[in-house]
């Protein structure tokens, strides 16, 4: 019993993490935006909240994924100059 609820914390830690990493930008801070407000509503303290609403957004403002890759082509021009057949 314990360690079937050990590993569905696990599961839905994963889940939710990698959910995070790749959503896109405006869905995370709008997200992170609403965090105090969810944790206001589940009874934490003001100072609690606004702790959780900061550190929301400032992950979300640092995170990667969907939508972040954008125009930088910085890999792409890198593998072409070490493959003497791209500069052909």
Do not use: F, H
Not at 37 to 44: D, E, K, Q, T, V
Not at 54 to 63: E, F, L, P, W
Not at 67 to 83: I, N, R, Y
């Amino acid at each position: 019993m314990l360690q079937t609820l050990i590993v569905t914390l696990i599961v839905l830690a994963a889940t939710g993490y990698s959910a995070w990493k790749l959503a896109p930008a405006a869905l995370r801070n709008a997200l992170a935006a609403r965090s105090g407000a969810i944790a206001r509503a589940s009874g934490a303290s003001e100072q609690l909240a606004r702790r959780i609403e900061i550190k929301a957004v400032t992950a979300a403002a640092g995170a990667t994924g969907c939508g972040s890759c954008g125009p930088c082509k910085g890999c792409a021009v890198a593998q072409a100059e070490d493959d003497p057949a791209a500069g052909a």
